[in-house]
């Protein structure tokens, strides 16, 4: 018993020490805690101390600085009369308003007009019969009318005295006339620049100026009224223009 309660003893002794050695290591442990903070706080206070200071003087420098600008230029003033401040004040110009482009409108394209292309005229033989005396331009023909070798700008058909006289193509009236060498006349006008002329006829009745009239159409009747083809026998004076100039009516003709 008396060695259980010496044993107890002890037990109880060293966590008393334990304890006693425990609080002391924290209290050291806080005391030196303590004392760090405080030194930091002060060298932080130090810190921000010295740089309000530094602060300051930059912001005294920058006004003083400008302080004696104003001075200067104030200075510089001095003795200028109200004309020489006003000339080195710059100007202050309008802004000027650009002028305005006009809007061009194109006018729209006429309308290209539509060519109608005329038709070629088909031509017939204005009256039965043979041809007698053909289109002479370049060389000379001998007239017995005339007794002498004259030009022919025509062709002569041979026919009966009151044969039918037929347009020889689709055309348009443009004259009947009384011709001094070639007698009763009608002259018809058509597309291409084609006019057909019958000439030596007896009538002419069937048909008046302004008239239009078809291929195969009644002019009027054969006859003997050429003055300069009075003794030939009865026909039909024919004659052919291309845009104003005689043209062999050979080439046209359809036989």
Known sequence: MIFMSRRNYRRTNNLKKLIIASLITLLVAVITF???????NKKV???LQNSLLKANDLADMIANENSDN???????????SIEESMNNTPEITEKETP??????IAPSPAPTPVVVEEPMPVFVMPVEGEITREYAKENLLFSQTLDEWVTHLGIDIKAEKTA??????AGTVTAIKNDPRYGLTVVIEHTKGFKTIYSNLLTAEYVTIGQAVEAGQTLG???NTATFEILDEYHLHFEMLENEENVDPNLYLNK
């Open 221 to 223: 009747t054969v006859g």
């Open 164 to 169: 039918v006289v037929k347009a020889s193509a």
């Open 34 to 40: 303590v004392i760090a903070y405080n030194s930091y």
């Open 70 to 80: 104003m001075l200067e230029d104030a200075s510089s003033q001095i003795g200028k």
């Open 45 to 47: 206070k130090e810190n």
């Open 99 to 104: 002028t305005p482009i006009p809007t061009v």
